[in-house]
């Protein structure tokens, strides 16, 4: 396996493995899909002593239920497979290459990362896809009033989100920096020079931290003014069901709750771009 291809290399090996755990994600997350509105079916069913669509509410969360704990069962073994034969492999082919030892340790704990990854990550951008679409198409089968006010809720989010980029992308790279040097730094730095490097990893830390609540802060406002109008939209329909109105309010509600997963999902990409791009050269840089 090829260190600039160490990502692609990953999938191809395993895809068998990874077709298997990412296609039980794809799954459980169609099926979530369909809770919102069974939930709400059973309401109404309950209101009028019918009990049919509780039956059937009962069964997809038990389906759920068991998708989801076989496939968490499924991944830590595919995954912890996965790292325990990659990061033998890059270790001796950049130890050969004349790198440090003390980077070659970061890069081992850099490798972990880009294997939590493909673990946590890419299934979060299937969740998110599919929430955000999802949810999308049914507020617009509900109303399409709804499904305008959502739609136009993006514009301010993404372009935020979207400004956001570049910081993350220094961030990381300074963070990355830092982990490279750390262990050298912990084996012959002075006390002095150990709390410095704590401290500047701690503010490299908080100021991603900052980056990402504050953006999250801003997008809630403007999801405040969406759903005052949604709440207040919904109950006015004249004839409406309290199951459908539960129905409406938990997609809208699941659909701005996806977008509340950008920036740390940008943070995850770019960090995993940046540690690629160091295992492909071969190198580290200085910290910033």
Do not use: C
Request: net charge positive.
């Amino acid at each position: 396996m090829q260190n600039h291809n160490l990502l692609t290399g990953l999938l191809k090996a395993n895809r068998g493995k990874l077709g298997l755990t990412y296609a039980l994600s794809l799954g459980t997350q169609l099926l979530a899909l369909l809770v919102p509105l069974a939930i709400g079916e059973a309401i109404n069913g309950l209101l009028v002593h019918e009990y049919t669509s509780l039956g059937l509410f009962v069964g997809l969360w038990m389906v759920l239920a068991g998708m989801t704990v076989g496939r968490k069962m499924y991944d830590t073994r595919v995954f912890m497979g996965i790292y325990t034969a990659v990061v033998p492999k890059v270790i001796q082919q950049q130890r050969a290459m004349g790198m440090a030892t003390s980077k070659l340790v970061a890069r081992s704990m850099l490798i972990r990362e880009v294997v939590d990854f493909m673990e946590r990550d890419i299934p979060d951008v299937f969740s998110m896809v599919i929430t955000f679409i999802g949810s999308l198409i049914m507020l617009m089968l509900f109303d399409w009033h709804i499904a305008l006010a959502a739609t136009l809720m993006l514009i301010p989010v993404l372009a935020l989100n979207g400004s956001l980029w570049r910081p993350i992308q220094r961030l990381n790279r300074s963070i990355n920096n830092n982990l490279e040097r750390q262990a050298q730094v912990i084996n012959q730095g002075s006390l002095l020079r150990l709390e410095q490097h704590f401290r500047f990893m701690r503010f490299l830390r908080v100021k991603t931290s900052d980056i990402e609540a504050g953006t999250g802060g801003i997008v809630e406002l403007f999801v405040v003014v969406v759903t005052i109008y949604v709440f207040t939209f919904t109950t006015q329909t004249p004839g409406i069901e309290a199951g459908t109105v539960f129905s409406i309010i938990t997609y809208f509600w699941n659909f701005q709750g996806s977008l509340d997963h950008l920036p740390t999902l940008m943070q995850s990409i770019s960090r995993v771009k940046d540690i690629l791009r160091r295992i492909r050269e071969g190198i580290g840089t200085d910290a910033q």
